[in-house]
């Protein structure tokens, strides 16, 4: 089973629309959290880190469950420049490794 | 600022070439890591320096693989003898000290023929 789990896609939404993706890890010892996206035949840039409490940036919302091991992340009003793959991500704590799910692919359409 | 910078950024190569790939990350960063990023896969380490210290180089294929930062800023990742299964993009990215935000190059697109 790999550490980090999501579900590939592709989303195929409507410009708009509302659309959340879920990730699962495997490693208890995770602490900290993060979404990273990346575009096609680019580098991964940092989207947003994931806390406890959950957090919000303009139209992303991030939400972490430790007792479930997973996390999401909610994109409303949806536009066409958010397309592109959302890798989610989980590390122990400092300076360690990220570890990386394998990516859902976000494709927003007009 | 500039940001994490890799050299070269495409690389055809037939198969038992030896290969090297260069990055000089974000001037003041001491962490540096080497990913594989597989097609339809996240990134997946390879070498984790803090400053010129290899500090995790357990995904490392050390038959094959092999990577220095001497000076503790630029690096160099090479392979020999590549093999078919090597194509892949080779990311370097960069952390201050107890940052977990790393920040990535644009790669290095690797194709073995």
């Known amino acids: 089973r790999k550490e980090v789990e999501q579900d590939p896609g592709p989303f195929n939404v409507p410009e708009g629309a509302t659309v959340a993706f879920n990730c699962t890890y495997s490693?208890?010892?995770?602490?900290?959290f993060f979404w990273y996206r990346q575009d096609c035949r680019k580098e991964p840039k940092l989207l947003m880190s994931?806390?406890?409490s959950g957090n919000e940036d303009g139209r992303f919302t991030a939400q972490l469950n430790r007792a479930s091991q997973y996390i999401s992340l909610l994109i409303r009003d949806s536009k066409l420049s958010d397309s592109a793959t959302y890798l989610c991500?989980?590390?122990?704590?400092?300076?360690?490794?990220?570890?990386f799910g394998k990516g859902t692919r976000l494709s927003v359409i007009a | 600022e500039a940001g994490v910078v890799q050299s070269p950024r495409y690389k055809i190569i037939e198969k038992k070439q030896p290969v090297a790939f260069w990055c000089n990350p974000i001037?003041?960063?001491?962490?540096l890591y080497w990913y594989l990023q597989n097609l339809g896969q996240g990134p997946e380490l390879l070498i984790r320096?803090?400053?010129?210290?290899?500090?995790?180089d357990s995904q490392l294929p050390k038959d094959r693989f092999s990577a220095e930062r001497l000076k503790g800023v630029d690096s160099t990742l090479k392979i020999q003898p590549a093999e078919l299964g090597d194509s892949a993009v080779y990311l370097c990215?960069?952390?201050?000290?107890?940052?977990?935000?790393?920040?990535f190059g644009p790669g290095t697109r690797l194709t073995v023929l």
């Open positions: 990215a960069s952390s201050v000290g107890g940052n977990n935000e790393q920040f």
């Open positions: 490693n208890s010892a995770s602490q900290s």
């Open positions: 994931v806390y406890s």
């Open positions: 991500v989980a590390t122990k704590s400092g300076n360690t490794p990220l570890v």
């Open positions: 001037s003041g960063h001491n962490t």
């Open positions: 320096y803090e400053n010129e210290e290899a500090v995790d």
